[in-house]
């Protein structure tokens, strides 16, 4: 567990349909570490529309990829999630929708997502002494000069842009797309998503490791 370079703590769904989906969809199964067949698409190169996404697998994220801070174990950082999914409850949201952010395609939650936002918050800051300070290189990827102040502001005290009120969960099933390839895949997407949860719970953490080549894997996932 002490191989991965990064660590990230995600929702990932139950074994079931819905994760199968998301699984086939990005052509990247993290629970198993391993690709996946991608269905076929008329028109589409879905390999190419999922290659940004498929190396995180399909998830939602709650704390972003971090470095350990030195002289931290993973072993340490396990207990820790654990000791926090302890406290935590489950949370219960009335679905996921199809919703475009930016130039990308997610599932969001619908209804209220005070507690959801509180749970994601906690996480952050409560395993945060685990994260090791951000160098410049990593910085320098979050494009900071694309952000606002207030983004800018969070992503030097806590490591990423969007948490706290920056957060939205989302889980991603594109990269960026044109307008055009938006609509087409939005048309292909909507009748595959009959999977989707309703109501959709949120039960548990999962902790990940990314590897060396930047490939998402799922170590423990933790029951609220």
């Given at each position: 567990?002490?191989?991965?370079?990064?660590?990230?703590?995600?929702y990932?769904?139950?074994?079931?349909?819905?994760?199968?989906?998301?699984?086939s969809?990005?052509?990247?199964?993290?629970?198993?570490?391993?690709?996946?067949?991608?269905p076929?698409?008329?028109?589409?190169?879905?390999a190419?529309?999922?290659?940004?996404p498929?190396?995180?697998?399909?998830?939602a994220?709650?704390?972003?990829?971090f470095?350990?801070?030195e002289?931290a174990?993973?072993?340490?950082?396990?207990?820790a999630?654990?000791?926090?999914?302890?406290?935590?409850?489950?949370?219960?949201?009335?679905?996921?929708?199809?919703?475009?952010?930016?130039?990308?395609?997610?599932?969001?939650?619908?209804?209220?997502?005070?507690?959801?936002n509180?749970?994601?918050?906690?996480?952050v800051?409560?395993?945060?002494?685990?994260?090791?300070?951000?160098?410049?290189?990593?910085?320098a990827?979050?494009?900071?000069d694309?952000?606002?102040?207030?983004?800018?502001?969070?992503?030097?005290?806590?490591?990423?842009?969007?948490?706290?009120?920056?957060?939205?969960?989302?889980?991603?099933?594109?990269?960026a797309l044109?307008a055009?390839?938006?609509?087409?895949?939005?048309?292909?997407?909507?009748?595959?998503l009959?999977?989707?949860?309703?109501?959709?719970t949120?039960?548990?953490?999962?902790l990940?490791?990314?590897?060396a080549?930047?490939?998402?894997?799922?170590?423990?996932?933790?029951?609220?």
């Open positions: 567990m002490d191989d991965y370079r990064r660590y990230a703590l995600y990932t769904p139950p074994q079931g349909e819905f994760a199968d989906f998301g699984t969809w990005l052509g990247w199964d993290a629970a198993r570490g391993m690709p996946v067949a991608q076929v698409l008329p028109g589409l190169d879905l190419a529309l999922t290659a940004e498929r190396k995180y697998g399909f998830h994220t709650l704390k972003a990829p470095r350990l801070v002289g174990r993973a072993d340490e950082l396990a207990d999630v654990a000791a926090l999914a302890a406290q935590l409850q489950p949370l219960t949201l009335d679905g996921l929708e199809l919703t475009r952010i930016g130039a990308f395609l997610a599932l969001t939650p619908t209804g209220d997502t005070g507690a959801l509180a749970l994601a918050a906690r996480v800051e409560e395993l945060d002494p685990f994260r090791a300070p951000m160098n410049e290189a990593e910085r990827r979050r494009n900071p694309r952000l606002t102040p207030r983004q800018r502001t969070l992503l030097d005290l806590w490591g990423y842009p969007y948490v706290f009120e920056e957060f939205r969960f989302h889980m991603t099933l594109t990269g044109d055009d390839t938006l609509d087409a895949v939005t048309a292909q997407l909507a009748p595959r009959a999977v989707v949860p309703r109501p959709f949120l039960d548990a953490l999962s990940m490791g990314e590897d080549s930047g490939r998402v894997h799922l170590i423990r996932r933790m029951a609220l």
